[in-house]
Each structure stands twice: as structure tokens, then as C-alpha cells.
């Protein structure tokens, strides 16, 4: 069985460009994770997904244990067979659903009890259980179990919350034990304080993970605090590993954080925002219920080669939205997920050839431009 390893094939400044190869496949990077949150990227079929060009999805366990359960998953043959996807899947801890849905949450050096949003049955989520959760799930990306505060919090706070977080990691480690082609990352936390992800980075970093993720950012600080962080958190971490930011985020949030050496990210928005109507294009955020695109032949965005735009006017959907056809989320979910997918190879496409800086002028341009003029 061939192992999990990173390659990293250019650098342009501190932006990354490589490539990490699993047993089931390759993940061209900086990637774009589309999440798959109840085991199905909502409106898409898998095929279509891949067809956006996402290497890996991501699947959640806080969900996936409550329903339909991780055990029965492990009967039915795994995640991957379960929602007929091949390619490489990351899973997340649990840990941050927990503390955003859950309700009735009690934390212990031993782990969080909580109760379950769907119909409020107790539950417990430990490092060891979570890595037991996860390998049920058949995960090829295991996240380390941890804990995370809201932003803002006293120093004292965001510290302690570090060093627990950082003896789960140890026992996340124990846990995981020697599972060949599957990876265990650490997650990095110590809010927006350089010396504390230092010291949270030196204690990932004695314990050796197949890759680190920046946790703990995109929890309401701003894009600016944010780029802060991201400004002096990714540079500690190890340079020959994967490095992951989690949750992000907007286009403009993701090319700044591959700006600063992010080689991963995931996030609901292209998903979540098709389902709602908000469409982002080369020229930025279009509005597709806006009475504007009721007579609009045109495309979409004309750069782009989705079905949405190839095959459809805006005019048809702007119809289908206001209509809430089943076909308005399938397209502009499909169309957000190429946009985020093309912008991840344009980005990877700049740094092989040492423009990154041309290509983050040209985004910022083409955005600044705004939407079409009305017809
Ligand atoms: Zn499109």
C-alpha cells in the first residue's frame, strides 16, 4: 500500500505549490476542499463534483456520528462506498461542531458531553473517540481532536484552551496509531498570538503529524486579524508538510491566505451561497434573484466553461431561482465549485511560473470591475 507524502514542487514568496499523493489519489495543492457535510455535497452528484476539479472533499463528524452513525457507515463499507466517492476525503474532529451546534456542552480534560441538535441524545466526543469515529468514516485525512475558543477571549483563556488542546493531540497521536496511507494532522491553535501558535506549533511539532492545520481562525476576527495571524502562524510550521487552514473562506480570503503559505482550505460558501441565490464570479458577488437578470441573455461569467454558464442565460436563472426549481441550486452550486476550483488552478498555475503576484493584481482588478452593466 503506497504511503500519504507531500511534494513541493515550487514556491513563489511564501505561496506554495506541490502535490499530496494518497492511496486514493492525488490532491494538486493549494486546493479547495468543497465540504460534504451529511455525506453529499448538497445538490451535486459526486461525478459532478470531481468534474469541477476538486481532488478531496471533506465530511463532518460531528454529523456523520449523530446520523446516520459512524458504526453503521463502517457496515455499509465505509464513507468513500457509502456516498460513491473514490478520491481522498479529509474528516474533521468534531470538535468545532460541537461548540457551534451542540447543545447543553460539558468540557473535561477527558473530552466534551453534549447534546445532539437533531433530538437531543448525549453523546461524548474524546480524542480517542473521535479517531475511532473518523477510522470507522475510512477517512484518508484524520484531523487531531481539539478544542477551539471564540474570538475575542482573555489571553488566559485562548492559552489554556492551547495546552488542553495540545494534550489531546498527544492522545489523538497514541490513538491513531500506525495506519499505513492514512494521515493524521495537528491543529495549530493560540488565537492571534504569535507567541502562544509558537508554542503550539513547537508542541505539534515534537510530536510529528502528516500534516498541521492553522485552527482556530475564521471565527469572527476579520479578514484583516485573520491575515494578521496568517502573516507568522503557517512559517511555523513544519515546511516539508501540508498545511491546512480551516474554514475559509470568501475568494478573497483564500487567495490571501495561499498568499502566506496556505496549502488547503474548505468552506461552505460556494455550496451554501448556490443554495441562496449568491453567485461569485471573475467580477465578484452577482445576485441572481436581482430583477436585473430577468431579460439577461448573457451568461453568468463568460470565462466560465460550468453548465450554468454554457448552457444558460441569466435570464433562465434568475427564472428558476425565483421559481425554486431543484435545477437553480444544482447549477449555481455547480458553477460556485468550478469558480473556486478555477481559482485554485489559476493560483497554482501562477506560482509554478513565479507570478503570483501578477495573478493577485489581475483578481483584484477583474473584482473591482464589478458585475456586468444591466442590458
Ligand atoms: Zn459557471
Redesign the pocket.
Known amino acids: 500500500m503506497s504511503t500519504f507524502s507531500y511534494t513541493l514542487s515550487a514556491r513563489d514568496g511564501a505561496a506554495r505549490t506541490g502535490v499530496i499523493s494518497t492511496p486514493r489519489g492525488e490532491i494538486r495543492t493549494p486546493a479547495f476542499m468543497p465540504v460534504g457535510t451529511a455525506a453529499t455535497v448538497k445538490a451535486m452528484m459526486p461525478a459532478s463534483v470531481r468534474e469541477t476539479g476538486a481532488d478531496i472533499l471533506l465530511g463532518n463528524t460531528y454529523h456523520l456520528m449523530l446520523r446516520p452513525g459512524a458504526e453503521r457507515i463502517a457496515r455499509l463499507g465505509g464513507l468513500h462506498k457509502f456516498m460513491d466517492w473514490e478520491r481522498p476525503i479529509l474528516t474533521d474532529s468534531g470538535g468545532f461542531q460541537v461548540m457551534s451546534l451542540a447543545g447543553l456542552r460539558k468540557l473535561t480534560e477527558e473530552g466534551v458531553t453534549f447534546k445532539s441538535h437533531i433530538d437531543g441524545s448525549k453523546h461524548e466526543l474524546t480524542p480517542e473517540r473521535s479517531m475511532e469515529i473518523q477510522a470507522l468514516l475510512g477517512s484518508d485525512i484524520v484531523m487531531c481532536f481539539d478544542e477551539c475558543p471564540a474570538l475575542p477571549a482573555e489571553r488566559s483563556a485562548i492559552e489554556a484552551s492551547m495546552k488542553l488542546s495540545m494534550r489531546w493531540a498527544q492522545r489523538s497521536r497514541d490513538a491513531f496509531g500506525d495506519r499505513p496511507g492514512h494521515a493524521l494532522f495537528g491543529i495549530q491553535q493560540g488565537g492571534l498570538d504569535e507567541e502562544l501558535r509558537g508554542q503550539s506549533a513547537e508542541a505539534l511539532r515534537s510530536i510529528g503529524f502528516d500534516g498541521y492545520a492553522v485552527g482556530g481562525l475564521a471565527v469572527g476576527e476579520g479578514q484583516e486579524a485573520m491575515f494578521g495571524a496568517l502573516d507568522f502562524a503557517p512559517g511555523q510550521l513544519p515546511e516539508d508538510k501540508p498545511r491546512y487552514l480551516m474554514g475559509v473562506g470568501k475568494p478573497d480570503d483564500i487567495v490571501g491566505a495561499v498568499k502566506r503559505g496556505i496549502d488547503m482550505m474548505d468552506c461552505v460558501l460556494p455550496s451554501r451561497s448556490g443554495r441562496t441565490g449568491q453567485v461569485f464570479t471573475r467580477r465578484g458577488v452577482v445576485n441572481i434573484k436581482n430583477a436585473r437578470h430577468m431579460d439577461d441573455p448573457r451568461p ?2 463568460e470565462a ?1 466553461s ?1 453548465p ?2 454554457r448552457n444558460y442565460s441569466r435570464a433562465y436563472l434568475h427564472h428558476v431561482f425565483r421559481s425554486q426549481e431543484i435545477i437553480s441550486s444544482m447549477l449555481l452550486t455547480w ?1 460556485n465549485l ?2 473556486y476550483q478555477d481559482l485554485m488552478a489559476e493560483m497554482r498555475a501562477a506560482i509554478a511560473i513565479g507570478d503570483f503576484a501578477g495573478f493577485e493584481a489581475r483578481f483584484h482588478a477583474e473584482r473591482e470591475k464589478g458585475d456586468l452593466e444591466p442590458v
Do not use: E, G, R, V
Open positions: 453568468l461569467d466560465c460550468c450554468a454558464c458553477h468550478h469558480y
